[in-house]
RNA sequence: GCACAGGUGACCGAGUGGUUAAUGGUAGCAGACUGUAAAUCUGCCGCUCUUCGGAGCUACGGAGGUUCGAAUCCUCCCCUGUGCA
């Protein structure tokens, strides 16, 4: 199955674009919040829904096979419905695949050509993951984008070591392609206690009518089946990159991803790392840089041609106090902040800067109190989301220019 | 008034003769954070200089004393808590 993947405007190799999932549109270049553990930490759904205008707001938002695996359990978000009833988000959801935290988790695991063996950082538990299972869990959970099981090269990697840990992913791309194309109809909504309920996937128009949890459940829709990308690795080596990229096309994927980034090199090189497989990904189908990035880096893999991009810096940087605005970045603790009347963001729209004072937000903060890391996610992603807004209309206008030097407002 | 207990850096609280400007917390100040083991982690936190290696000064209720050396031992004084008058 295809993802449906719309351009709609150009400029330069930089694309705006639309994907169809089976819940809803992303307007690409897009920006998507990392929701881990089934919540974006902080933020309640309905107030992802409504970062920006209408259905601008947060279109699509990660989840992530290892936490949800291990805590509540695949098979029982599978039982709830899927992830999507599960934490009532009727809108795209991507799950990224567990390779990641082969990466993170390097303390806790052993790889093998079969797989992945971990010990849970939860309870110390041993597990397996392989490719197959992976795309298992990831089935189980129903996202509408699934991530293939790859091996995140650590940096730095010698040409050898790069080479052999791209080969593996190669391998277990193909393995993940194979078990996916043979289950991808094995996902939750497959059971009949969904049918016949009326595709509104607006969370909104549903709660004027004040329904209960199971009403909004019940709305959210039967998906089809969902879209698998493969993911290129090869170190910071262009030239294994571009082999990666290009044995990676060869699998035929809906859309690729370019993963072990921002994992420790100069952002020069990282640049040119994106630069070297996007000569060689398909320019008809969706591009995702894994992992980034600050707002300028976002802003600049999306002028390459970039079309998806996830990152936890607005989240996490949120709780622990860094608020990125239009001016650059401020770390609300600041005792300078104590007694400042203005916005975060002078030229941010966001319920967070049309409501709340610096001072105040600093007072949260340094008080350690909760909706300090709800107001600062919520403006951190409201942020990101506004320049990702600003990047496609820039490229509708066709001039990027602004919003390269930061000069363009972005609300 | 008597008897115990106790007075340590912004606060709490270790230390009971020497590597002690003084363990730990907290508060404070600043930095980091890039497919989330992160509401986390790191640094600074008496004063004054500094070529950033360090140098000098002042400090453990107050004043004296013992000692080569005292926050630590002795004497007196002041103050706090509890109990008894």
Same mark, same amino acid.
């Given at each position: 199955? =295809? ?38 930490? /902080? ?33 029982? $978000? ?137 009403? $909004? ?20 080596? /262009? ?137 600062? =996610? ?34």
């Amino acid at each position: 199955m =295809t993802l449906p993947f719309t351009r709609l405007a150009e400029s330069g190799p930089a694309r705006h674009a639309r994907i169809e999932t089976a819940h809803g549109p992303v307007e690409t270049p897009a920006f998507m919040p990392v929701g881990t553990a089934g919540t974006v930490k /902080a933020v309640p759904q309905d107030v992802l829904e409504n970062l920006g205008p209408e259905e601008l707001g947060t279109q699509i938002i990660l989840g992530n096979t290892y936490h949800l695996y291990l805590r509540p359990g695949h098979e029982l $978000v599978r039982k709830m419905g899927g992830l999507h009833r599960f934490m009532s988000w009727n809108r795209a959801l991507l799950t990224d695949s567990g390779g990641f935290q082969v990466f993170s988790l390097s303390e806790l695991r052993k790889v093998t050509e079969e797989g992945v063996s971990f010990r849970s950082h939860l309870d110390g538990t041993s597990h397996l993951f392989t490719p197959e299972r992976s795309m298992e869990i990831q089935i189980a959970l129903g996202a509408d984008i699934v991530m293939a099981f790859d091996e995140c090269t650590e940096h730095p990697a010698g040409r050898e070591r790069a080479r052999a840990s791209m080969e593996m992913t190669l391998r277990w791309a193909k393995r993940s392609k194979d078990y996916f194309e043979a289950h991808k109809h094995e996902g939750p909504w497959g059971s009949g206690d969904l049918e016949g309920q009326n595709l509104n996937r607006d969370g909104d128009r549903l709660s004027s009518a004040q329904p209960g949890a199971a009403a $909004v459940h019940d709305s959210i829709t039967k998906p089809n089946a969902p879209a698998l990308f493969g993911i290129v690795q090869g170190g910071m080596h /262009a030239d294994l990159r571009r082999e990666s990229a290009e044995r990676t096309v060869e699998l035929d994927f809906p859309g690729y991803a370019i993963g072990g980034l921002s994992v420790g090199e100069p952002r020069e090189q990282t640049m040119e790392m994106i630069a070297a497989v996007l000569e060689v990904l398909p320019k008809d189908k969706p591009r995702y840089v894994m992992g980034v990035g600050y707002p300028r880096e976002i802003v600049q893999y999306a002028a390459m041609g970039v079309d998806m991009m996830d990152c936890v810096l607005p989240t996490r940087a949120a709780r622990h106090g860094l608020l990125f605005t239009s001016e650059g970045r401020i770390n609300i603790r600041n005792a300078r902040y104590a007694q400042d009347q203005g916005p975060a963001d002078p030229r941010c729209g966001c319920r967070v800067c049309q409501r709340y004072t610096r001072a105040y937000l600093r007072h949260l903060y340094v008080s350690a109190e909760p909706l300090a890391a709800v107001l600062n =996610t919520i403006h951190n992603l409201a942020f990101y989301l506004d320049t990702m807004r600003a990047v496609r209309h820039a490229i509708t206008l066709g001039d990027l220019s602004g919003v390269l030097s930061g000069s363009v407002s972005l609300v």
